[in-house]
Nanobody, 128 residues
């Protein structure tokens, strides 16, 4: 059974940092890209970053470029979202998800409906 377990959310001050984790299980980690999305109240779900697990290619949305990174640990089947220089507008529920195409390098932020398995979401709140 494919599962994604997201964790690491919490409260941070503006300018601070948080690291989210997404532990994947139930499939071969290298075969699929993982993406991070976020959704704030009243807003659409926004794709912010993704990584091709096999070759480490990463993509970032403009809204987080230069502040967030998406490292992964193949030994732990885990993808992280390192969030630095946080802003109040980064407050949202963050989700990790598996991009459906197998064995394909992801080269841009893809829409949410192309992802087939989702983690449960973890809340990030950034205070000003």
């Amino acid at each position: 059974e494919v599962q994604l377990q997201a964790s690491g959310g919490g409260l941070a001050q503006a300018g601070g940092s948080l690291r989210l984790s997404c532990v994947a299980s139930g499939y071969t980690f290298d075969d699929y890209a993982i993406g991070w999305f976020r959704q704030a109240p009243g807003k659409e779900r926004e794709g912010i970053s993704c990584i091709s697990s096999r070759d480490g290619v990463t993509v970032y949305a403009e809204s987080v470029k230069g502040r967030f990174t998406i490292p992964s640990d193949k030994l732990k089947d885990t993808v992280y979202l390192q969030m630095n220089s946080l802003k109040p507008e980064d407050s949202a529920v963050y989700y990790c998800a598996r991009w459906a195409p197998r064995g394909v390098t992801i080269s841009e932020i893809r829409p949410y409906y192309e992802y087939d398995f989702w983690g449960q979401g973890t809340l990030v709140t950034v205070s000003s």
